[in-house]
Every structure is written in structure tokens, then in C-alpha cells.
């Protein structure tokens, strides 16, 4: 069955370093691949998202992912985070015409 | 952790007919829900947020006599499509929260096809 993991339940960051946050996915061909965003009391938002292509997608909030069939990645990365990227960031793909699979989020902590 | 029951997962049903989608937290208290819509090779829509014991919010360019969203109670949220047809087919997700500031806990969704 598909799946995907967010191995990092919990990270936490300095204003103004670099993140990544992980994503790995399981499907025998390159699903589509997607990034969201929830912030306190709000829905989804969309990041960024991968169908084919080049393979670094750039995000809205100067968010970016780097695909890697090597690896089955999808990481999720920003030079210099903000204290407004707190939030609960999900990775999501799907295949074809099956649903779309969610990982379980990451919760980003930014600290002064 | 945290679990949100989501059902039917999939649903076929004839043009023109009713159908609910029940969303449950089953051990927590979700005061605040959220319904998503994903069409094919798109990025999920967020469709309505929904708090207990209060009228759903829609977003904008969302029927809401079409998508009626009721969340009686602390556990239950259900989205019904009204009067459905074949460009209702799609696969609808919900999520849900306990409050401010909580982790977001998402169904496994649900698959509607309109014949």
C-alpha cells in the first residue's frame, strides 16, 4: 500500500537558520507529490507541489523541495525561517487516480 | 495518538441522489473541523471549516446548499452533497482539531463517484 513518512514529529529552529523537513514516500513509479501547510486554527495550505520535471519546485514563502527518485524524497527546505513558519507541515502524494495519502506532520517550533 | 474516523470510504451513488459523509474523532474532542476536496492530479481544496455548535464557513466559490455541513456535536461532523452529479465525483477529506493551536488529525477520505 502507499505511504507516506514524516520521520521528524517534532522540530524546532532558530529564527533566521536553514530547515529541512523530511518526506519519503512509498509507490514503485513517481507519485505526485505535494506540501502543506497548517497554521493555528487555519485549513490547509498549499506550498508546493511536484508532478514531473524539474526537480527542485519552488514554493510560495520562499519554500522549496527537492524530488529525488534515488532516495523516494520529497524534502521540504527554506534558507532562513521565520518566526510566522511555525506551523504543522504535511507531505502528501497520491498516484494516479487513488486518493491522496498524507504523512503524519511535522510540527515546526521557531525560537528566538 | 489522536484518530479521526472517516466513512464511507467510498461511496457510488446516481445523479441526483444524496450522499453523507460522516467524520468522527473517536478519542478526542474536535471543536473545530475542516472539509477538503481533491480533484484528480490537484492539490486538496479546502471546501468549509466547521466549528461545534455553529454554521459552517464556507469558501468562497462553495455551494452551501449543496454541501450542507452540520457539526452537532464534539465528536461528529458530516458533509452531505445535495442533489449530487457526475462533476461532484471527486475525493472528499476531513480533518479535525481540538483546539487553537492543536496537531491536525485528517479521515482517510472518501471516495464519491456520481453515476
Known amino acids: 500500500a502507499q505511504s507516506v513518512t514524516q520521520p521528524d514529529i517534532h522540530i524546532t529552529v532558530s529564527e533566521g537558520a536553514s530547515l529541512e523537513l523530511r518526506c519519503n514516500y512509498s509507490y514503485g513509479a513517481t507519485p505526485y507529490l505535494f506540501w502543506y501547510v497548517q497554521s493555528p486554527g487555519q485549513g490547509l495550505q498549499l506550498l508546493l507541489k511536484?508532478?514531473?520535471?524539474?526537480?527542485l519546485v519552488q514554493g510560495i514563502k520562499g519554500f522549496e523541495a527537492e524530488f529525488k527518485r534515488s532516495q523516494s524524497s520529497f524534502n521540504l527546505r527554506k534558507p532562513s525561517v521565520h518566526w510566522s513558519d511555525a506551523a504543522e507541515y504535511f507531505c502528501?502524494?497520491?498516484?494516479?487516480?487513488?486518493?491522496?495519502?498524507f504523512g503524519t506532520g511535522t510540527r515546526l517550533t521557531i525560537i528566538p | 495518538g489522536a484518530v479521526v474516523s472517516q466513512h464511507p470510504s467510498w461511496v457510488i451513488c446516481k445523479s441526483g441522489t444524496s450522499v453523507k459523509i460522516e467524520c468522527r474523532s473517536l478519542?478526542?474532542?474536535?471543536?473545530?473541523m475542516f472539509w477538503y476536496r481533491q480533484f484528480p492530479k490537484q492539490s486538496l481544496m479546502l471546501m468549509a471549516t466547521?466549528?461545534?455548535?455553529?454554521?459552517?464557513?464556507?469558501e468562497q466559490g462553495v455551494e452551501k446548499d449543496k454541501f450542507l455541513i452540520n457539526h452537532a456535536s464534539l465528536t461528529l461532523s458530516t458533509l452531505t452533497v445535495t442533489s449530487a452529479h457526475p462533476e461532484d465525483s471527486s475525493f472528499y477529506i476531513c480533518?479535525?482539531?481540538?483546539?487553537?493551536?492543536?496537531?491536525?488529525?485528517f479521515g482517510s477520505g472518501t471516495q464519491l463517484s456520481v453515476l
Open positions: 511536484y508532478f514531473s520535471g524539474d526537480t
Open positions: 478519542d478526542f474532542q474536535a471543536t473545530t
Open positions: 466547521s466549528n461545534e455548535g455553529s454554521k459552517a464557513t464556507y
Open positions: 502528501a502524494s497520491h498516484f494516479g487516480n487513488e486518493k491522496l495519502t
Open positions: 480533518s479535525a482539531s481540538s483546539r487553537v493551536n492543536e496537531k491536525l488529525f
